[in-house]
């Protein structure tokens, strides 16, 4: 089941660039992963006029077994983004988010996925933390 919750009052970016908050943007999904398969676990849309900026990702193994058999990537319209192809050995929860400064553009599809390499059937989950909004400068 998703679960959308509304927070953060906006963002800034390390570089500078801030956006101004619309929405919180916090979404987590979880599903069963057969072995040897690749599924996905969550897709957001960002609005027509709207951005995403994803300030963190969780992971869930139900059984930590699977830490060294499971892969998580995120794509943005079906391209896997630079950097965050190929995330393993990684087991995390909200509190203890990967931090990132992922920004996704207007109209685009975020997609996180998870590679089983195991010869076993896992449950699995992720979570995308961030804010929708629209950028603060003009020209950025």
């Known amino acids: 089941m998703k679960?959308?919750?509304i927070q953060r009052p906006s963002h800034a970016f390390n570089d500078g660039r801030e956006i101004d908050y619309i929405a919180g943007c916090d979404v987590t999904d979880n599903v069963s992963i057969i072995s040897g398969a690749t599924s996905t676990i969550l897709t957001i849309?960002?609005?027509d006029q709207?951005?995403?900026a994803v300030t963190g990702l969780s992971t869930f193994l139900e059984d930590v077994t699977g830490i060294g058999f499971m892969t998580w990537r995120l794509k943005i319209n079906?391209?896997?983004v630079p950097n965050y192809g190929n995330?393993?050995?990684v087991y995390s929860f909200p509190a203890h988010l990967l931090k990132m400064d992922l920004v996704v553009p207007e109209a685009s599809v975020l997609?996180?996925?998870g590679i089983n390499s195991?010869?076993?059937?896992?449950r699995v989950g992720a979570?995308?933390?961030?804010v929708f909004g629209v950028w603060k400068h003009l020209g950025v």
Do not use: K, L
Request: hydrophobic residues 35%; aromatic residues 14%; glycine residues 14%.
């Open 3 to 5: 679960r959308y919750v």
């Open 45 to 47: 849309t960002a609005p």
């Open 50 to 52: 709207q951005i995403i």
């Open 78 to 80: 079906g391209i896997q």
């Open 87 to 89: 995330i393993t050995n």
């Open 111 to 113: 997609t996180v996925e």
């Open 118 to 122: 195991s010869g076993f059937t896992y």
């Open 127 to 130: 979570g995308i933390y961030g």
